[in-house]
């Protein structure tokens, strides 16, 4: 009866980490789908403090991804670094980033391949952003 008990305990303990990991995962996020819309976690509630999310997007041969940037609703500071912004890559974090911003208005990139990074500080929130992307044929 004990051993059962601590079976449940441990699968209790299991699902936990199982869950709670899967929910740390969905802020870094692989994006291979024709066509899609990313927007930031909880949006259109406040986003967290303190986090770091990634979303990678790939498109396949004679393909491009069309990113368009619809709504950023952030924290934003003069030096943009120091609060809450997205960063967009041409391809890996490796590269420079071809744009950082935090403050609202459309936005379009195109490229094979994109690496977005969402960064928030430790207090002061917002809304957060959504954005559309699909592949074109090149
Ligand atoms: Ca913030």
Redesign the pocket.
Known sequence: MQVELYKMVFLLAVFALYCCSLHVKACNETLTYPSGVITSPNYPAF?N?SIYCTYELYSPFGYIINLRVEEVE??CCAVISD??YLEIYNGSETTQYVDRFCSNGVRTYSSQQFFLVFR???????IGFKMLYSWLSR
């Open positions: 986003y403090d952030f924290e609060c809450d928030t500080d430790l207090q002061g929130g917002d």
